[in-house]
């Protein structure tokens, strides 16, 4: 027989192929639960990348980023798409429903009873140098997950079309709708022209 030192492990099996850790539909629950409670003013999006990739580990980031695209060009808002691909990832349809349902419920009872005392509190000082706070925190992790996504991305027409579209949305404050009908063709192009030239 021969020994395992002439023939080791293989440690080159792709990573697309690593399976996802078993998440329970409790952990979904509760993680959307607590970033649906407990995200103000933004920023969601960042914040489910730190808690799904970095922090536990159930996607891989360039899985997770390439989910967060289709998410952006499909109807609805971006952050409930992103939950629901989250949890179809990890367990199917029960995990979509589980997340969906634990993102949005917690804050609709949450903006009801907001509202109920929001005219009381919104004329403290305090309260409005928190939330601006709040705004600052969302847009540092709105611009970390930009910057991730430019790392990924090693060719220079990719960082273009990056570049463009945070000067067009966020200098030129152009419809974020029309941006994206112009950059999304255009990536499209771009990446069909890259495949073409090597392969």
Known sequence: ?????????????????VPHPEVS???????????????????????????????RGWLREAEFLSGL???Q?????NVVNLAIYVGQR?????GAAVAFAALLGGPFFIIIGFMLVYER????PFVAAGLNGVTAAA?????????RGAQLSRHASSLAVIAATMIAV?????????????????????????RARHG
Do not use: N, W
């Open 1 to 17: 027989m021969q020994s395992l030192e002439e023939h080791p492990p293989r440690t080159d099996v792709p990573r697309a192929e």
């Open 25 to 55: 539909l409790a952990a979904i629950a509760a993680l959307h639960l607590r970033i649906g409670c407990l995200s103000f003013g933004g920023g969601m999006t960042g914040l489910i990348y730190h808690e799904v990739v970095t922090k």
């Open 69 to 71: 695209t289709i998410c």
């Open 73 to 77: 060009i499909l109807p609805g808002g």
């Open 90 to 94: 990890l367990r199917g349809l029960p």
């Open 121 to 124: 509190l919104a004329g403290l």
């Open 139 to 147: 847009m540092g992790l709105m611009l970390m997950m930009t910057v």
């Open 170 to 194: 966020g200098v030129l404050h152009f419809p974020l709708i029309a941006v994206v009908c112009v950059a999304v063709p255009v990536s499209i192009a771009l990446a069909a022209r890259r």
